[in-house]
């Protein structure tokens, strides 16, 4: 029980410290590359790392994110590029959508570039609405991600529980077959005492009747 409740102190510490940490990010608008020689205007948030499962735990957020809306994508290497869809979220009009990211140095950089047409991408001049839209959904992903380390956690420690766990059951196994064999042990040890204790009495008789059979032997030998 004091274990139980050691770790759910932990998860409570451990959530309330998230918690605190995910205050509004500042999200910048620049140009973004998109292509080896091409920079179209996106958004861009940036925030600490946390831990080492952050860049895995942003890769969930946004699949999940992105199955959520239906769009069908492409990704490579945490990348991801999107063709002539329709993202709810942003606007009801069909575009290009591209979402980078990259983990470098204990920090997280994610950025989003929405393009309406021909690199016509969303600005705040010209799209005010949809700009507001990506904006709110770079700091909302920050918050998923949080909960998505937290996940991530969890179940690490529950893997490690599975396997405390079987460490348990093999030990308490090996106790049980250890204390049968002590038993046995003892049955042999009182089975070895008895014949003992008989071979003791088996090699006293054999020695009275042999010392009977020197005497007699003598006696004989008297008689010539």
């Known amino acids: 029980m004091k274990k139980i409740n050691t770790i759910f102190f932990v998860f409570v510490v451990l959530f309330l410290a998230l918690s605190i940490s995910v205050s509004a990010q500042n999200v910048s608008e620049k140009p973004i590359k998109i292509e080896k020689k091409k920079s179209l205007n996106g958004f861009e948030v940036q925030f600490d790392a946390m ?12 699949e999940k994110w992105l199955d959520s809306q239906k769009i069908k994508y492409k990704s490579k290497k945490g990348n991801y590029h999107a063709k002539e869809v329709v993202v709810k979220q942003f606007s009801d009009k069909t575009s290009d959508l591209h979402i980078f990211i990259e983990e470098k140095k204990g920090k997280m950089t994610l950025q989003a570039v929405q393009t309406l047409g021909y690199d016509l991408a969303v600005n705040s001049k010209e799209h005010p609405q949809e700009a507001q839209n990506i904006r709110s959904w770079l700091e909302n992903m920050v918050k998923e991600v949080r909960l998505e380390q937290i996940n991530l956690q969890i179940a690490a420690l529950q893997d490690e529980l599975k396997n405390k766990e079987k460490d348990i059951e093999k030990n308490q196994k090996e106790d049980k077959n250890l204390k049968e064999s002590i038993e046995e042990y003892k049955k042999k040890i009182v089975e070895a005492e008895k014949a003992i204790e008989k071979n003791v009495a088996e090699q006293k008789d054999n020695e009275q009747k042999r010392e009977a059979l020197k005497k007699k032997i003598a006696e004989l030998e008297k008689m010539k």
Not at 54 to 59: C, V
């Open 51 to 62: 831990s080492e499962d952050a860049e895995k735990a942003l890769q969930i957020a946004i």
